[in-house]
């Protein structure tokens, strides 16, 4: 996952690997370590990935990840934990309570809470 998530970030940065190497100060061949999941970048240099390619090391890490959201007609990108898109996905199976969480959030909330209790 890491591996993936920094491959992605160079290539959106437009950097080689010998370039992030230079970067961060490492090799191509760590870079391409890291890339394959062979080896795992230091605590420092995770941070230095982060810092260059302009990614949060959570997302790095695959603890979060991006999502389009739409509000208010403005498109805008936000962050949104891997374990929250689950959640959101789970009510989507069921697509009356969806409906009802859609239309009114916080009710919708207190009744499952007091179901639960």
């Excluded at 870079?31 to 230091?42: A, K, Q, V």
């Excluded at 959570?58 to 689950?86: F, N």
């Excluded at 959640?87 to 916080?106: A, G, M, V």
């Amino acid at each position: 996952m890491l591996g993936t998530e920094i491959k992605k970030a160079r290539k959106r940065q437009g950097l080689t690997q010998k370039e992030l190497g230079d970067l961060i100060g490492v090799s191509k061949s760590s870079i391409n370590y890291f890339e394959r999941d062979g080896r795992n970048p230091t605590l420092a240099h995770l941070i230095k990935l982060s810092e260059i390619l302009n990614v949060p090391v959570d997302v790095l890490l695959g603890k979060d990840q991006p999502v389009d959201i739409v509000a208010e007609d403005e498109h805008y990108k936000t962050r949104i934990s891997s374990k929250d898109l689950q959640i959101l996905n789970e009510f989507k199976l069921y697509p009356t309570l969806y409906r009802r969480l859609c239309d009114d959030t916080q009710r919708t909330v207190k009744l499952i809470n007091i179901r639960l209790k």
